[in-house]
């Protein structure tokens, strides 16, 4: 479906990703979320800019492929907080089933994870699978991400009849109201279950964003 301009910052970043699953989410984080977009990668001598593209409210920037040391993570989200001159880096994985499911891939994983952390960003990584089947509910979770920064997710105009496509017709309910549960369960202490669609839920999910960068 061609739902963004042909020309224009959104535009960069869903056609910089390498999948359609990662263009599947890019397009709800840019609808459902209003995420925001400017052309060209991020690095740290941009914040200044986005603050002022923030104005006076925090905002989410979204960047595809962002190069961190020998890497490059599927997505970027900025958070920017003009006011309090703060920012923080989510970095966002989507596995591909082919590619991440043995044990070797899944140990490649953890170590490509554990040195992106120490480079000073947080991560969280979905399977293919549990995005397709499931998109409102993964968009929720990134969602609580992003308020946790004070942002206020809300739906472009522009993007309001792809908004009620997206918010419609996605898959499951069923899935859904299972990922809350497990979501709750972990909060209350009781644990979280075996899932290997699940999102990482760790002491960082727990501190969200106390460490501000």
Request: with cysteine.
């Given at each position: 479906?061609?739902f963004l301009?042909?020309?224009?910052?959104?535009?960069?970043?869903?056609?910089?990703?390498?999948?359609?699953?990662?263009?599947?989410?890019?397009?709800?984080?840019?609808?459902?979320?209003?995420?925001?977009?400017?052309?060209?990668?991020?690095?740290?001598?941009?914040?200044?800019?986005?603050?002022?593209?923030?104005?006076?409210?925090?905002?989410?920037?979204?960047?595809?492929?962002?190069?961190?040391?020998?890497?490059?993570?599927?997505?970027?989200?900025?958070?920017?907080?003009?006011?309090?001159?703060?920012?923080r880096r989510?970095?966002?994985?989507?596995?591909?089933?082919?590619?991440?499911?043995?044990?070797?891939?899944?140990?490649?994983?953890?170590?490509?994870?554990?040195?992106?952390?120490?480079?000073?960003?947080?991560?969280?990584?979905?399977?293919?699978?549990?995005?397709?089947?499931?998109?409102?509910?993964?968009?929720?979770?990134?969602?609580?991400?992003?308020?946790?920064?004070?942002?206020?997710?809300?739906?472009?105009?522009?993007?309001?009849?792809?908004?009620?496509?997206?918010?419609?017709?996605?898959?499951?309910?069923?899935?859904?109201?299972?990922?809350?549960?497990?979501?709750?369960?972990?909060?209350?202490?009781?644990?979280?279950?075996?899932?290997?669609?699940?999102i990482i839920?760790?002491?960082?999910?727990?501190?969200?964003?106390?460490?501000?960068?």
């Amino acid at each position: 479906m061609q739902f963004l301009p042909e020309y224009g910052p959104r535009r960069e970043v869903w056609e910089q990703c390498e999948s359609p699953i990662e263009q599947y989410l890019c397009s709800g984080m840019f609808a459902l979320l209003g995420c925001k977009s400017v052309s060209g990668p991020f690095d740290r001598s941009r914040l200044s800019q986005l603050a002022e593209l923030a104005g006076d409210a925090p905002a989410c920037f979204l960047f595809a492929q962002h190069s961190i040391g020998i890497y490059r993570a599927d997505f970027l989200a900025v958070v920017v907080d003009p006011k309090n001159r703060t920012h923080r880096r989510l970095v966002i994985e989507c596995d591909g089933e082919r590619y991440h499911s043995s044990k070797d891939q899944t140990a490649r994983d953890q170590r490509r994870d554990e040195e992106i952390q120490e480079a000073g960003y947080r991560i969280i990584r979905y399977g293919g699978t549990i995005i397709h089947r499931a998109m409102l509910e993964i968009l929720c979770e990134i969602q609580e991400w992003i308020k946790a920064g004070g942002v206020v997710c809300k739906t472009p105009q522009e993007l309001g009849g792809y908004a009620y496509l997206l918010s419609k017709f996605t898959p499951n309910r069923t899935i859904r109201e299972e990922r809350r549960a497990v979501r709750e369960a972990y909060w209350q202490g009781i644990g979280v279950p075996d899932d290997e669609d699940s999102i990482i839920i760790d002491d960082a999910m727990r501190r969200l964003w106390n460490d501000t960068l």
